[in-house]
Structure formats: C-alpha cells, structure tokens
C-alpha cells in the first residue's frame, strides 16, 4: 500500500526520527478546540531543508498527504489529519540562524517559537512584534498569517515575514522576497503563502523584520460602565490618531474568569488594556490623552504603569484569557470564534453578538484586539452534550454571517482550517474557486494538508 | 480574422468608445522610457465594470491580447501591445465611489489618479500617501505595486490596498479582501494581484487605507561633502528610531538638474530632502534631532521648515525630478534603473553604481528613496546611438547583479514588465517558473498582457 511503502522510505530518510507510536500519533491528531481527534499515519522530525525536500518526495511518489505541525495551537483543526498521512513536526528545526540588527531583520527555522525567538533577541534592544496568545511557532504563524496584540501599531505576519524558504509538493525548494524592504519583483509569491496554511508548500525558513524595543513604554487598565463606551472609546483613541501599541477588549464574563483564574480583582465589567510606545514623555502623554478620553466615556480612573513587572502581569493575563475563560467551566471545550470588522461596526457587531449569545444559554465570553475590529467569543461547551456543539456552532455561523453583512471577514486571525471553510464561498463568492485554482496548479496531486482552506475536490 | 472579430464585437459594445484612430493607437503604444512603440490594434474606454466584463469575454473568445492602460508612466515598457491586441484605458473609470472617513478608507475606480484622490479629501482631514513621481492611476500604482517617497512611513501599495474588484482573463468577477483591517480567510488573493502588471486581470474598483493628515509637518534639505556621509547620515537615522515620513537622496549631478529645471540654487553636492510628521513638539524635534546627526556627518546647516508653501516646493522638485534630469541632456531618452537592497548595503551599492557610471561616459544622475535602501540611477542616452543603449543596458544589467548579490531586489518599485524579465531568473530562481504556473492557472490562453512579467512559454 501506498501509505506502508512512504513509511518505509522515510524510516530509510529519517531513522528514529519517524514517530510511529501510539502516543506520538495521538499528540498530533488532536486540536486545541472541539474537532475530534485525527491522528496521523506518521510524525516526522526533519532536521534540514532537504530532509523536508525529501519527505515531500516521498509523499508525493505515494500520493500520500503532507501536513506541516508547528506548536500545534491553531484553532479551527488546521493541522488534522483529515485524510491520514505524515506530519511533519517543525520542533527539531529551531535554530535563529542569522541576527542582522543593522538591517533590523532575522533569518530563522519555522520551528522557532515566538518567545524563544524574543529571548534570543534581547540583547540587541531589537524585538518580533506578532505575539497570539499561545507560544505559537514562527512557521505555524506564517501560515495562519497570525496578528496579536500589537498588530493595530506593527502590524500582523502578513507585514512582518520579508520572506520564505518554501518546499513544493513537488519537492522543489524555492526562496521568496529578499532582504530589501520592498521589490516589485513579480506576483509576491511571499504573501501568497502566508495565511496558506500548508496547503501550498512546507515553510523550512523565515526571513522576519524586527523593530526597535521603545525607549519608553506605558500601560494600563480601566473598566467601563458597558460595552458601548468601552468601544466608542477605542474608535475615538483611533480617530485621534493617538499611536496605540496594544489595545485589548476583555468583556465583564473575562474579566471574572481573569480574576478566578489569575487571582487578580478586576470588577465585573467591561474593560479595555492599552499600551503606548514612544518616548519617555510621548508615551505618558499619549496615556494621559488617552485617560482623558476613558474619562469621558465614564471608565474607572485610568491607572497607567511604565514599571516593566506590571505590563508583564497584564499582558501575561491577556496572553491567558483563552486559558482563564477555558477553567472558567470546568471540563469544557470551546469553539473559538473571530470575526473582524471596519471600526465603526465595532460596537454593533459586539452588541449583537451579546445579545445572540445571551439567548443562546452557552456560556460566551468575549475579548478581542479591538483596535484592529477584531474581537472573540469564546463558546463553552460540554463535550458530552451534542446539542451544545450544535448551538455554538449555529452561533458562530450567525457571527461569520454578521461579519460578512457589515463589510468585515469570518476571520481575522485565525484562519480558515476545517472550521471555517463553511463561509467561504460567502466571503469570496468566486474567489474562493480562484483559491482552489491556484491550489491546484501549486499541488495538482491535492497532498499538502487536504481538506483545508480551499473548496472540496471530488 | 480573430482581431478583426474582437473589433467588431467591440464596437458593438462600445460604440465610440472603441479608438481605432491612429493618434490613439500611437498614444497607447509609446512608454515613457526607452522602449520602441508597439501600438495596440484598438483601445478601449470602458466605463463600468460589465463594460470590462464584455471585453474580457470577447477577447477570450477570439484569443485577443488585452492590456490595462492607466496614465501610461511605468517605466519598463509594462503597457506596449508586444502581440497587439486592445489596451484597455480606465481613464473613464474615475470616480472616488465612497469615502469612508470614520473607518479611513475610501472605495475607487481604477482611473483616479493620486493626486485627483487627494484633492477629493481634503476636506476630510485624511490623505492616501502612495506617491510615484509621476501623477499615476491608482489602477496603475496597484498594478505595479508602487511606492513612492512617505513609503518609508506608511508603505508601498502593498500596505495601502485592501482589497480589488478584478476581472479574470474568462470574465469572471471577483471582489478580494474586505473592509476589515486584516484577515486570515484564505489565500492573499489582495497580495497577488497587487504588482501583478495586469498579466492575471483587470482591475475595475479598488478600496485604499486612508492615514490623517499630520498634526504637524516639518521638512528641510541639507548638502553633503560626499555620498557615503549622506547615506551613513540615513543610516543613523533609521537607526536612532527617529520616525522619518520621508528621506530621499538626490546626487550631485541631480542638484544640477533640478538647479537647471526648477532655477533653484543647490549647491554641486549630494543633498537630502526629509520630512517628519507628528505633533507640533514631535515634529520640531525630530527636525532638531536629524539636524544634529547630519552636522556630524558634516552636511550643510538643515534648513527646516513647518510653512506649507516650502515643503509643497521641495517635494514638487522631487517629483520631477526625472524630467529634470531628462532635461539636463536635450533629446534624451532614460533607461531607468530601480534597485533596492538592505539598507547596511546602501552605501556600497551606491558607490560601486557611481564609480561604474563615471566609468562608462553614459551620464547617470542617481536619487531614489534611501530610506527604504531604493534608489535610482537615470541612464541618459542618445536616440540616435545605438552603442549608448547597449551600454546603458550594460550598467543596468550589472547594477541588477549587484541589488541581487547583496541580498536585494532588482527592482524596488517599478516593476518587471519587458525590461526586467532578463533578471527574474537571478532573482527568484524556480520561483520564477511558480509564477509562469500561477499565470497559467488565471490565465490559460496567455492573453492579459502576454510578454510581461512571467517567463515566456512557446
Ligand atoms: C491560547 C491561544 C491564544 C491564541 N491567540 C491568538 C492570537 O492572538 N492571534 C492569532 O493569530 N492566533 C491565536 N491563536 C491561534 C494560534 O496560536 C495561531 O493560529 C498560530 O499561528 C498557530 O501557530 P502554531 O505554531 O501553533 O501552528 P500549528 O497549529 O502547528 O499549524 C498551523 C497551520 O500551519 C501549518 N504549518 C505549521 N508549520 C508549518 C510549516 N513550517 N510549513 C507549512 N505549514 C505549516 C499547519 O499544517 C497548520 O495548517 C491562539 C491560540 C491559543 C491556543
Ligand atoms: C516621473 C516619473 C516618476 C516616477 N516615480 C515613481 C516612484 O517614485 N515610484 C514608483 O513606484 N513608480 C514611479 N514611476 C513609475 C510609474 O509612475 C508607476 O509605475 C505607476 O504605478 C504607474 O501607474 P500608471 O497609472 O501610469 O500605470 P500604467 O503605466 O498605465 O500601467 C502600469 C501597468 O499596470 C497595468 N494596468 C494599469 N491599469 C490597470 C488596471 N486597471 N487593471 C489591470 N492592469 C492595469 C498596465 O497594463 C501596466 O502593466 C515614475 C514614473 C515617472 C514617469
């Protein structure tokens, strides 16, 4: 069988570094949200390019499917093998392999998590900004085209990858972009993989922009009498044209389970965190502005910090909510939504979403990178009662269709996965078919990650 | 005959706005640099998307060429009807369809030129900052993925488009992106078309991220004793984190041209032109900042200025700059030259292209926009001598080699179109041959824009 005689020449390929057991099948068959388990034929740990060269090789010749594996926290089951097949696990290849703090850019292996990355950076008063709130992989977040807190200042992978080393289903290996700051060089086949969720190609390196770590940095917290002014104020700050590094929204639902969670004591309300980047004196102007403004809309005083323990407490928090709002309900499972809109649909898009979700009984926090129209609810539901699946998913839907309605996306950070690719074809109309087309010309076999992102083929 | 065919329909669906006069075939079949005119077999003028639609379709039928026109200013031949066929000019699409002041952005028609957008929201405090020298259609500046000098601040198209309505090569019509700031639903279809030079589709409507109009603006010029302290003047700048909204290096021989052209008074050295955005403070100080960085490298005093008039002055110098170097040798043609390379290389790069110039006898002004590591040198040559093309091509050639060989681009912002091809096979090995399969997958009859951009096919 096609499957047995892969497994044979990448036990050839790779020798002990082709995982067959029960348990390392199991740990990469399985999501962080509610898709049911799907292990894999195979693991493989590739140390080199042509390691991965060789791999899709092999898989090719068999037809069998290839699925890359980075930290594995994507949400909407990206990395399932759906149809069987071999991951490839990215861990082994994890080296920085080329600080250039001149150039303010980094060469690195897509198994590079974005903490371990920063760490490596510390000395060079340089920092990669795309921070989701899982310790994600700097490959794996190429290929959602992650975004994070910081996106509404630096923007998201999409902004951030200068260029990619890529292996084809085909086996052969390509370099997208240079290192210069922009070219016009051609179809920019560099963000035509980002966001491609291995369905076009195995990422074996990155070439990532850095920024310079501010002189001076302020953040803070404060609570809202409700959602509407907690929004209205976001959508002032930005027409303000106040330069906010980080702008997060924690509904009163997160806020208790931050409390419950991180023992913290934040009332029950809506809240906004915010950081500003600057100079010593423009970043505690930009917070007393933006004091002002909370003020008007009836927050609780702005308490703002430039003292580096208590922005780490905060964002570690905000890192955590998905964890926090998880505990929340002991034993659950959650479907993640994440719907993104122009600014000022915001509040209507989060309002209704309260409302639908209230009515619906399933518990659902929301908190979202606001600054950015994009927010999450997080859908708690019992794994062992099927009609809870079955309302949290009529509920997503009703989000992505709102999205859709108010010029937004299904999703602004996420990705597509198995999960989304129900709102496809209203998202893109045709242009979802151009997406297979394309899918077709890169992999005309159909075995990088099937089952993903584009429309099913029969 | 099938062209004859494709005319009739043409007309039928046109009417007058089908040209086939010879003035109008001539003024679609020259470039603006040194390639021989190919005038096209009819133009043209369609006013609606369904227009664009019907032409895609009948010249699929027939198998007819078609080619967008936009103002016509790209520089490596992108619009010549190489095989013939119809040039579809937008310049009757141009209306701004809807801005959106509240979310910043703004929805148009292909044809609306740059500056037009600008004058359309003035009033509304926000601006689109893409600014090629010339006055193109955004249409065009999507095409070619163009940036010009506020690029180092606010980006290419790249960064400023967020999505397209585009006719394919079979007529189908699909909308890419949305309203939302960023998205993870599916391939970057946005990405790909951008710079894509027309070979893949028509662009028939575009929606653009709009900035607000700094606070406050300064902005000023200085001389240097000699490049390289120019450029280690942008370097430390960059480097210090100073937010430059623009920096742009002209040489000697510029100054000379622009002092020939303009009756301005710059002294016979290598200048640059800057500007800073920001609050009244911040904008003074950077000002004050830049000036002390450029006094070490030994520049002339840095005469700033917050008064409108002089900025409008400087950067209106800047934009024709071209003319006025194309002025400066009477009877000139230019083979433009748009390398781009990680700023550390900028030096090098500069003086080896200057010292390769000097050598060659061909004049060769050289300015570009140092803040992104882009830079041009302007190949003047004789019409009437062969020898002086050949030799231009030369120089061009080698200063590809050396952007590649530095880690850069062959072109930073012009684009590939007939000229550039020679070097896509340097530059991005068998990533090249991904692009011929992209183009193929939109676009099997090989009839947008065919002669550009990809690899030939036989
Ligand atoms: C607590 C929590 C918070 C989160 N917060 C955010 C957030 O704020 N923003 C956000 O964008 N996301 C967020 N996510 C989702 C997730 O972290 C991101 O999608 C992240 O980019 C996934 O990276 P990963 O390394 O885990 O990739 P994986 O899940 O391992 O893989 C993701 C996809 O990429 C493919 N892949 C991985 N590596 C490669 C490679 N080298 N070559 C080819 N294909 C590859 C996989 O096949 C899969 O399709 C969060 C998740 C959790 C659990
Ligand atoms: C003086 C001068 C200064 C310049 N400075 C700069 C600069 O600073 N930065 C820079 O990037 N460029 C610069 N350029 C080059 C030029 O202005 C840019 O390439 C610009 O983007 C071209 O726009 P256009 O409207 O003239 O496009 P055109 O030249 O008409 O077309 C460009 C390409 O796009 C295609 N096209 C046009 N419209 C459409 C459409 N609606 N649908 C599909 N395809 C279409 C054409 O077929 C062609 O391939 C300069 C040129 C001159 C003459």
């Known amino acids: 069988m096609a499957t047995e005689q892969a497994i044979r020449l990448l036990q050839e390929l790779l020798g002990p570094r082709l995982g067959l057991s029960k348990a390392d099948l199991a740990a990469h068959g399985k999501s962080e949200s509610y898709f049911p388990d799907m292990p894999p034929d195979a693991v493989a740990y590739p140390e080199s390019t042509a390691e991965v060269q060789g791999i899709a090789r092999i898989c090719a010749a068999e037809r069998v499917p290839v699925i890359g594996w980075g930290a594995g926290t994507s949400l909407e089951g990206h990395g399932l093998a759906v149809q069987g097949g071999v991951v490839v696990d990215f861990s082994r290849m994890n080296r920085v392999l080329d600080i250039r703090a001149a150039d303010m850019d980094v060469e690195v292996e897509p198994g590079v998590t974005?903490?371990?990355?920063?760490?490596?950076?510390?000395?060079?008063?340089?920092?990669?900004p795309v921070d989701p709130g899982a310790n994600a992989s700097l490959g794996g977040m190429a290929m959602t085209r992650a975004s994070g807190t910081?996106?509404?200042?630096?923007?998201?992978?999409?902004?951030?990858?200068?260029?990619?080393?890529?292996?084809?289903?085909?086996?052969?290996?390509?370099?997208?972009?240079?290192?210069?700051?922009?070219?016009?060089?051609?179809?920019?086949?560099?963000?035509?993989?980002?966001?491609?969720?291995?369905?076009?190609?195995?990422?074996?390196?990155?070439?990532?922009?850095?920024?310079?770590?501010?002189?001076?940095?302020?953040?803070?917290?404060c609570a809202f009498p409700d959602m509407n002014s907690a929004v209205a104020a976001v959508t002032e700050t930005i027409q303000m044209g106040i330069p906010m590094a980080r702008i997060e929204f924690a509904d009163a639902a997160t806020a208790q389970a931050f409390n419950a969670y991180a023992g913290t004591d934040m009332a029950a309300a809506p809240h906004l965190m915010v950081e500003f980047h600057g100079s010593p004196e423009s970043a505690a102007q930009d917070a007393e502005r933006f004091a002002e403004i909370v003020a008007d809309h009836g927050a609780s005083p702005f308490r703002w910090s430039a003292r580096e323990e208590e922005r780490r407490a905060l964002w570690s928090m905000r890192h955590n909510g998905y964890y926090a709002i998880l505990a929340s309900r002991p034993g659950a499972r959650a479907v993640v939504t994440d719907i993104c809109v122009p600014i000022s649909q915001l509040a209507r898009a989060v309002e209704e979403t309260q409302a639908d979700i209230a009515a619906s009984g399933i518990p659902g926090p929301i908190l979202g990178h606001v600054g950015d129209g994009n927010f999450h609810a997080i859908l708690l539901i019992d794994p062992e009662r099927p009609e809870d699946l079955t309302e949290a998913k009529a509920l997503s839907a009703r989000m992505s269709e709102r999205a859709l309605r108010l010029g937004g996306t299904s999703t602004g950070e996420h990705g597509v996965g198995m999960g989304k690719t129900a709102f496809m074809r209203a998202e893109h109309g045709e242009g979802w078919d151009v997406m297979g087309e394309l899918k077709k010309a890169l992999d005309p076999l159909g075995i990088m990650n099937p089952g993903k992102l584009v429309p099913p083929t029969q």
């Open 114 to 128: 974005r903490e371990a990355l920063n760490e490596d950076l510390r000395a060079t008063g340089l920092f990669f």
């Open 150 to 221: 910081t996106t509404v200042r630096y923007g998201s992978m999409r902004d951030n990858v200068m260029g990619l080393e890529v292996v084809l289903a085909d086996g052969r290996v390509i370099q997208t972009g240079s290192r210069a700051r922009k070219s016009a060089a051609g179809y920019d086949l560099t963000a035509l993989f980002l966001g491609s969720e291995g369905t076009l190609g195995l990422v074996t390196r990155l070439t990532l922009r850095l920024h310079g770590i501010p002189e001076a940095t302020t953040a803070g917290i």
